[in-house]
Nanobody, 121 residues
């Protein structure tokens, strides 16, 4: 079972910045897609941003121009730089890797434990 370890959440004032990280606990054969989701209290989990192994990124309209997703050169760590944060960005942020551990394995979704981001007004 691949473990994803998240870090970087916290409390910040509106207009501030945070950088989230998500790292796989072991080397894996392939990670075609890495994704950040978030879930605010009383709301459904929503996709925030995703990036493919080729570096193609997609963003929710609500974060375009403010958030930037990236991955390291080894492509087992994902980052999200969050700028110009707003109170409505407050949520638990989860990372997700669509990955397979070995070439003969099937692709599975792996999830991080979640990290709290709180933006005060």
């Amino acid at each position: 079972q691949v473990q994803l370890v998240e870090s970087g959440g916290g409390l910040v004032q509106a207009g501030g910045s945070l950088r989230l990280s998500c790292a796989a606990s072991e080397n894996v054969d392939s990670i075609p897609t890495m994704t950040w989701y978030r879930q605010a209290p009383g709301k459904e989990r929503e996709l925030v941003a995703s990036i493919t192994s080729d570096g193609v990124a997609n963003y929710a309209d609500s974060v375009k121009g403010r958030f930037a997703i990236s991955q390291d050169s080894a492509k087992i760590t994902m980052y999200m730089q969050m700028n110009s944060l707003k109170p409505e960005d407050t949520a638990v942020y989860y990372c997700n890797f669509l990955a397979r551990r070995r070439r003969m394995d099937v692709y599975r979704n792996f999830w991080g434990q979640g990290t709290q981001v709180t933006v005060s007004s």
